[in-house]
C-alpha cells in the first residue's frame, strides 16, 4: 500500500464462522481486529478511505430491526470481534465507512463456498431433503447490493455507519421456502427445526433485520428484494458456471 498509494481501501476480509471464532479467539481477534489496526496505521498516515464490512451481528438479537445508533450487544465470539473492530475504526482519525450487512447471498466464483440460496438451490435440485430453521428472522443482503453499497461508498468518500440488506424480513425457512417457489423444487424436502436442536439458540441473535433510512438517504442505496433477486441470480449461474 505504501508503494502503491491507494485512494480507498475496501476491507472484506474476515473470519466468519460463529463456531470457528469460539474454537480459535486469538485468530478470530488477529483476524478481525488487528487486521483492522494495521490498516487504520496506513490510511491515516497516506489519507486513504476506508470501508470496512461488519454484520448484523453486532446485536444481540431481540430488539431488530436495528438502526445505526441503536446499541450492539453480541452474542458469540464473531460478532464480538466486528464490534471491537467498528469502536477502533471510530475513534480513529481516517475517513471511514463502516457497512453492516446480513445473511449475504449470490453467486459466487469459489466453488469451495457457498450461501444461503446456493446451498438450498444445490440440495433441493438433487432432490436432497434438507432441515431449515424456522426461528430465525433476517433480511438477507443479496451480494450485488452490497458490492453496489461498497461503491457508492467509495465514490462519496462516505464516513460512519451504514446499514445494508434487503427489506423484507424472512424466517431461514421462508427464505429457503422461497428459493424452492422459484426454482419450481419440491417443497416437501424441506423440514422445519429449531435454533435450539442444532445449538443455534444461544450463539445466534434470533431477529435482526436493518433499518434502511440512513443509507438511502445518505448513499442512494436501493436494495434489491430477495424475490426479485432470484431470477438475476438464476441468469448469473447460467452464465458464469457454464
Excluded at 419440491?186 to 439458540?201: F, M, R, V
Excluded at 445518505?218 to 431470477?231: A, I, K, N, V
Aim: glycine share 4%; with cysteine.
Amino acid at each position: 500500500m505504501e508503494e502503491f498509494q491507494p485512494t480507498h481501501i475496501l476491507h472484506t476480509a474476515a473470519m466468519t464462522a460463529v463456531e470457528a471464532c469460539e474454537q480459535d479467539p486469538a485468530l478470530c481477534q488477529k483476524l478481525n481486529v488487528d487486521v483492522v489496526k494495521l490498516l487504520l496505521e496506513t490510511a491515516e498516515k497516506n489519507n486513504i478511505h476506508l470501508t470496512f464490512l461488519s454484520t448484523d451481528f453486532v446485536f444481540d438479537g431481540k430488539n431488530g430491526p436495528y438502526k445505526e445508533i441503536d446499541e450492539t450487544n453480541p452474542c458469540n465470539a464473531y460478532g464480538a470481534s466486528k464490534v471491537a473492530a467498528e469502536q477502533i475504526i471510530l475513534a480513529s482519525s481516517a475517513k471511514a465507512a463502516i457497512l453492516r450487512t446480513i445473511l449475504v447471498y449470490g453467486v459466487i466464483a469459489d466453488k469451495k463456498r457457498s450461501n444461503l440460496v446456493l446451498w438450498a438451490k444445490s440440495k433441493l435440485g438433487a432432490h436432497e431433503a434438507i432441515k431449515v430453521v424456522n426461528d430465525q428472522w433476517r433480511m438477507p443482503t443479496w451480494v450485488d447490493d452490497l458490492a453496489d453499497a461498497c461503491i457508492l461508498c467509495i465514490e462519496k468518500s462516505a464516513t460512519g455507519i451504514y446499514h445494508i440488506s434487503s427489506e423484507k424480513m424472512y424466517s431461514v425457512l421462508e427464505a429457503v421456502q422461497e428459493i424452492a417457489d422459484y426454482w419450481g423444487y419440491d417443497k416437501s424436502l424441506i423440514s422445519p427445526i429449531s435454533a435450539a436442536e442444532i445449538g443455534q439458540s444461544e450463539n445466534r441473535p434470533q431477529k435482526t433485520g436493518f433499518i434502511l433510512d440512513k443509507a438511502k438517504k445518505e448513499l442512494g442505496y436501493r436494495p434489491t428484494s430477495f424475490r426479485d433477486s432470484l431470477p438475476l441470480i438464476d441468469q448469473q449461474i447460467k452464465f458464469y458456471m457454464k
